[in-house]
């Protein structure tokens, strides 16, 4: 088991480790008084994993209760948000009680926004399953719901008491899901680390989880410790996001944020290339890369129309977007630029 430690407004571990689960009740308990465990998941992973998380809660003297809500991004909203806030109400969850997030993203967010916002702020604990929780959502204490009008536009800088990652759980990953994620541990190569870089280049999807987790999630504590409320370097972690964004969009969302994000990286790579701000080798590098993972680096989608998608709230401000551009293996720059001139960016890409 590997251990990281964050230092933010509140500090934390991070618990990375095979059969971890086991031991969740008796790690919570470290962290928290003994009360009401009230564990939020969804219909994927609850019945994979419900079982054991709750044994081993109720054996360290926590009572348990669960709330399970349909799988996806979808179920992100409001409606769940107040579903499970009556469900704790209703329960008499007070505040010495804590919240347990068992699942990917969309549970770990959802989560973490009730619990920052519950009787104005309830300890939570961080369960990611999936390998894009692990290295990204669970840490850093960024919560959100989305709106109809937009992804992630309710939310809260709140961290949480604990992150326990179960690398055992990610064997039940579909296989397209846990690439998704490997696009992330990828971008924390171009941004910080080229040896994690060279490491992944050798070893493809069969990389060691437990310390290639670890190393993402002590480059991650690293950025919330420089830049915990998101004004600065943190926004480095939308490396591939603004072209991505676009892809997603205009393909309705039929195109995985994770698949999205790499096409976005390998897009700003090869306008990078291109401006001369990164050598061609570099940018041969990201592409080879990604494709070793099995993720797209290119789409069908014209550049007016990635354009207009990825961007059309801020033409109408005629604002500036802060691209993330690499200038070589392990350390990309943060460029505002005139919207107007982001098309250029996105042709040069294709
Ligand atoms: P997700 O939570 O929807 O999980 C993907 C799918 O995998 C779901 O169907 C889920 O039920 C299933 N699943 C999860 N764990 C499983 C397991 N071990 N075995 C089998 N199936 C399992 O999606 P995600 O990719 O984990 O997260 C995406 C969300 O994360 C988005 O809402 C995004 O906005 C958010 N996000 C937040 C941050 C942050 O800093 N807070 C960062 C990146 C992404
Ligand atoms: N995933 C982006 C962030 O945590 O800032």
């Known amino acids: 088991m590997k251990t990281v430690k964050v230092c933010a407004s509140k500090a934390y571990e991070v618990k990375i480790g095979a059969s971890l689960l086991n031991d969740l009740g008796a790690e919570v308990a470290a962290v928290t008084k003994i009360g009401t465990a009230a564990i939020i998941s969804d219909s994927n992973v609850w019945p994979l994993y419900g079982e054991v998380v709750k044994k081993s809660?109720?054996?360290?003297?926590?009572?348990?209760?669960?709330?399970?809500?349909?799988?996806?991004?979808?179920?992100k909203n409001a409606e769940t948000y107040l579903s499970v806030l009556n469900f704790l109400a209703e329960n008499h969850v007070n505040r010495?009680?804590?919240?347990?997030?068992?699942?990917?993203?969309?549970?770990?967010?959802?989560?973490?926004?009730?619990?920052?916002?519950?009787?104005?702020?309830?300890?939570?604990?961080?369960?990611?399953?999936?390998?894009?929780?692990?290295?990204?959502s669970s840490?850093?204490?960024?919560t959100a719901?989305?709106?109809?009008?937009?992804?992630?536009?309710?939310?809260?800088?709140?961290?949480?008491?604990?992150?326990?990652?179960?690398?055992?759980?990610?064997?039940?990953?579909?296989?397209?899901?846990?690439?998704?994620?490997?696009?992330?541990?990828?971008?924390?190569?171009i941004l910080y680390d080229e040896a994690l870089f060279a490491q992944l280049e050798a070893s493809g999807l069969a990389f060691d989880r437990e310390a290639v987790i670890a190393r993402c999630v002590e480059l991650k504590r690293d950025?919330?410790?420089?830049?915990?409320?998101?004004?600065?370097?943190?926004?480095?972690?939308?490396?591939?996001?603004?072209i991505g964004h676009g892809v997603e969009?205009?393909?309705?969302?039929?195109?995985?944020?994770?698949?999205?994000?790499?096409?976005?990286?390998?897009?700003?790579?090869?306008?990078?290339?291109?401006?001369?701000?990164?050598?061609?080798?570099?940018?041969?590098?990201?592409?080879?890369i990604?494709?070793?993972?099995?993720?797209?680096?290119?789409?069908?989608?014209?550049?007016?129309?990635?354009?207009?998608t990825a961007l059309s709230d801020k033409k109408r401000s005629g604002g500036i977007v802060n691209l993330i551009v690499p200038e070589k293996i392990g350390s990309c720059s943060i460029r505002p630029t005139p919207v107007d001139e982001v098309k250029a960016w996105i042709e040069a890409g294709l």
């Open 145 to 189: 719901i989305d709106l109809d009008c937009g992804k992630n536009l309710v939310g809260a800088f709140y961290q949480p008491k604990l992150v326990l990652c179960d690398t055992d759980t990610l064997n039940t990953l579909p296989r397209d899901i846990f690439r998704d994620g490997c696009a992330e541990i990828i971008k924390y190569g």
């Open 249 to 288: 969009a205009s393909s309705h969302f039929t195109v995985s944020h994770g698949k999205a994000v790499a096409i976005g990286t390998a897009m700003i790579s090869r306008a990078a290339a291109k401006y001369g701000i990164c050598a061609q080798q570099t940018c041969d590098r990201v592409l080879d």
């Open 96 to 136: 010495a009680d804590c919240l347990i997030a068992l699942g990917g993203g969309v549970v770990g967010d959802l989560t973490g926004f009730v619990a920052a916002t519950y009787l104005r702020g309830i300890s939570y604990i961080q369960v990611p399953t999936t390998l894009l929780a692990a290295v990204d």
């Open 57 to 75: 809660l109720k054996n360290a003297g926590f009572s348990v209760i669960s709330y399970v809500f349909p799988a996806g991004e979808s179920s």
């Open 290 to 308: 990604l494709t070793r993972f099995e993720l797209p680096i290119s789409t069908n989608c014209n550049a007016q129309t990635l354009f207009d």
């Open 139 to 142: 840490v850093g204490g960024k």
């Open 223 to 242: 950025v919330v410790a420089e830049d915990e409320f998101d004004t600065g370097s943190r926004m480095k972690l939308n490396l591939g996001h603004t």
